[in-house]
């Protein structure tokens, strides 16, 4: 496994960097100190691979997708992210930022959410560790996502409505930010994805990276293990799941497939395909691949899927696109849509809209994939996306 960290800057090649207001360099710094101090300390990471085995679930299962093998003609393997306790990947992320929290010696966590995924996962961690949790999310949001809402707050969270702008993702964003200056003392923030300035890319994919750390173990393709993979493919939105499971593969020879949301179609306009569309430039503080039009003001994503509706993505990928160290590629909602009930039905597991995207990448390069070991990152569940892919159902649009 080749590791690597940013560098003194926080840069993976051009991309990354702190693109921040000057009152928040404080903040980054500490930070970026105590995560430091705590990922060399095997006190540390024992708390975490205990909280990971007994909370969470892991190790994973891999999973011989039989049925959708014969339909690819490749062996298809999934890694259950699905499985993990809250239902998909992203509490790896808040539970390791959320003990960090606590190893700081702070009592209070702000996060902002969109659809409400994030917050619960967050919300989720700071419930097993007794920490306040402050969770921004915009208006907007808040009248689509009140399943979510009301999970949060029945996990002991505060739900603060954001009114500004367009009161959804982005504004959320912001204030947290904001919430996060003024009370940096006793308050952590923590960030959903392999986003925003450094050290957030980096500490999220150091806690996401067990996800390929265990795929190692378990497809060695030493006797009595599974073959080892020749692709791995993983849905992108800011790009946590596919990094955690890319990272411990670079340079291995195998070929990684990040897919991320083509929405209505690349030509549309309307998607959010930063790394297959888009072009560099400064979002949530870093340095990346970004939707944004010529004057770069930052253009709204578009995606059937809300966790891959965001008009950027993590530093890291923009530099393995560059590097040519992993690929990207973008399928449509008409194309995720049609892989979630397919898979559905094949495999007796219904995905999260997230994950039928790289699924339907899987589906429609059959051809070439034929005889090859695939493993799909399943990063999560389908049973909050149900209501919605019925009621788009119901309405005709699919
Ligand atoms: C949030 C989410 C994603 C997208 O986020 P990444 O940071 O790109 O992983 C993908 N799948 C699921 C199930 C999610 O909840």
Known sequence: MTEYRP???GRFGEFGGQFAPETLMPALQELETAFET???????????????????????????????SERVGAAVYLK????????AHKINNTLGQALLTKRMGKSRVVAETGAGQHGVATATACALLGLECVVYMGAKDIERQALNVYRMRLLGAEVVAVH???????DAVSEAFRYWVSSVESTHYIIGSVVGPHPFPYIVREFQKIIGIELHDQMSGDPGSLPRPDVIVASVGGGSNAMGIFYPWI???VDLVGVEAAGHGLESGEHGASLVAGSPGVLHGSMTYMLQDSDGQVVEAHSVSAGLDYPGSGPEHAYFRDEGIARYVAVTDVEALAAFHEFSKLEGIIPALESAHAVAWVLREAADLAGKTVVINLSGRGDKDVQQVAAMQEGGAQ
């Open 164 to 170: 500004k702008g367009a009161a959804t993702l982005k």
């Open 80 to 87: 259950r992210e699905d499985l993990a306790h809250t239902g």
């Open 251 to 253: 340079r291995s020879g």
């Open 38 to 68: 705590a990922w060399s300390d095997d006190v540390f990471h024992s708390q975490l691979a205990e909280l990971f085995a007994s909370f969470v679930g892991r190790p994973t299962p891999v999973y011989h997708a039989q049925r959708l």
């Open 7 to 9: 560098d003194k800057s």
